[in-house]
């Protein structure tokens, strides 16, 4: 049944706990494995009734920084869903409330992405299957089947291979840095000079048990070398964690914000407090994300 009412979901920013980059393939895209682990920080995607057609605005704190055009990932993830349930003329008000740093490597445009199919599927009242779901949320983008799943994952191929991971809550100290990185020079410069780090076995049974020491000593992402030799920053923000006394920082996604891991939320204060310019989160958020409102 589709709503009247506007339906709004959580689209919760990610940070990798590890990123291990396999290779190139054919198509381009690269193999990688990964530990996704979302963030109670998010942005909110609203879908509403509207006058006829799709339209997208981004309002909130960062809402100047996303251009609301058909390229922005929730306007592709629309039309995506529309074709894949034979919509022909798809009609409804998108908003973004956008609070999550932009091209940050922190999932913020596909958590948006995979809200706004949520926030569709509810507003349509369409009913793929789960599978036919997927494989439009990784039509729009690597990462979005992962932040559909909506907790913390492992996913590997393309990212599209998707499976739960159950993790203890962890306590997470961010700082986003003042500039971008685009994600396909982040996989250029592994083509060019990347390796390829461990098996991380030991590291998700470290997050399944809750062993932050041990977690935090093995946090690694296979694009963090290439981006650090263009961004030094990198290395001196992960320096200056470790000296603030996490127990372990690494670069997310393709950065080039880094994420440090604090033993529980007083000492991810602690941490926060001597690195300007970061904050503190917490994941993976114990619900996972349903529609906030609107009529079920
Ligand atoms: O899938 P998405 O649009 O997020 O990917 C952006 C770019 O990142 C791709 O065009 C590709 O250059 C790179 N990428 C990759 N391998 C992946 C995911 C992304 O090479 N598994």
Known sequence: MSAKEPVAVKAHAKI?????????????????ETLLIPLDLHDVVTAEPGPGGLTLSVAGPLGEQVPPGEE???????????????LASPSAR??????????AGMGG?????????????????????PDALREVAAHV??????????GAVFAAGRGERVHPVHVQTTSWVVKPLGFAVRTPDAFAWWDAEGATGPDAGALIAAAETGNDELLGHALF????APVIARHPEIAETIETFIDAGALGAVMTGSGPTVVALATHPAHADRVAEAVPGSFVASGPPVATPQPLSGAG
């Not at 922005?72 to 034979?86: F, H, K, Q, Y």
């Not at 596909?110 to 009913?127: I, K, P, Q």
């Not at 983008?141 to 909506?150: I, T």
């Open 109 to 129: 445009g596909s958590a948006d992405a995979a809200a706004a199919l949520r926030a569709l599927e509810r507003l349509w009242g369409t009913a793929l299957e």
């Open 16 to 32: 990798n706990a590890f990123l291990r980059v396999l290779g190139r393939r054919p198509d381009g895209f690269h193999d990688l």
């Open 221 to 224: 992402n296979d694009l963090q």
């Open 141 to 150: 983008g690597s990462d979005v089947p992962a932040l559909l799943a909506g």
């Open 94 to 103: 998108l908003t973004i409330d956008k609070r999550v740093p932009v091209a």
């Open 72 to 86: 922005n990932l929730v306007m592709v993830a629309a039309r995506a869903l529309a074709e894949a349930t034979g």
